[in-house]
């Protein structure tokens, strides 16, 4: 799956992680125009657009937004996350005036120590039937 070939914003996020599968299913409750698509990095599609961004696969301590063939990682890929949710999620975007040094401190801090706060799980989190549509395969 070449970055290329996805017609809408990609989210990639450590599928293990119960903070980064918590926030997938966040977003995905206020897209209601299910812009958003999704792949743990672990997964064979999120390790294949990680490599077309010469990414290491064992470079998890970030999320990804690819946006028209654009790589956005850390603090700027959640605000332009929370930029396009509908609801309160929106007024976090205001945080893209903060710098840039500042706002991914604060963000690898939280990264640092996601799994120690909120846990890690042996296997990736599996949509149901009705949410797998907005996940990406090979």
């Not at 696969?57 to 850390?74: N, R, V, Y």
């Given at each position: 799956?070449?970055?290329?070939s996805?017609?809408?914003?990609?989210i990639?996020?450590d599928?293990?992680?119960?903070?980064c599968?918590?926030?997938?299913?966040f977003i995905i409750r206020?897209?209601?125009?299910?812009?958003?698509?999704?792949a743990?990095?672990?997964s064979?599609?999120?390790?294949?657009?990680?490599a077309?961004?010469?990414?290491?696969?064992t470079?998890?301590?970030?999320?990804?937004l690819i946006?028209?063939?654009?790589?956005?990682?850390a603090s700027?890929?959640?605000?332009?996350i929370?930029?396009?949710?509908?609801g309160?999620?929106?007024l976090?975007?205001?945080?893209?005036y903060?710098p840039?040094?500042f706002?991914?401190?604060?963000?690898?801090?939280v990264s640092?120590?996601r799994?120690?706060?909120?846990?890690?799980?042996?296997?990736?989190?599996?949509?149901?039937?009705n949410l797998s549509?907005?996940?990406l395969?090979n």
């Amino acid at each position: 799956m070449a970055a290329s070939s996805i017609n809408h914003p990609v989210i990639l996020f450590d599928g293990v992680c119960n903070l980064c599968s918590g926030s997938v299913q966040f977003i995905i409750r206020h897209d209601p125009g299910k812009k958003f698509r999704f792949a743990s990095q672990q997964s064979e599609a999120g390790k294949k657009i990680l490599a077309s961004f010469h990414i290491s696969e064992t470079k998890q301590e970030s999320i990804f937004l690819i946006i028209d063939q654009q790589l956005f990682k850390a603090s700027e890929a959640v605000l332009l996350i929370a930029k396009e949710l509908k609801g309160f999620p929106r007024l976090f975007y205001w945080c893209i005036y903060l710098p840039a040094a500042f706002r991914d401190w604060i963000y690898f801090l939280v990264s640092k120590n996601r799994y120690h706060w909120f846990g890690k799980k042996t296997e990736c989190w599996i949509p149901d039937s009705n949410l797998s549509s907005l996940f990406l395969r090979n």
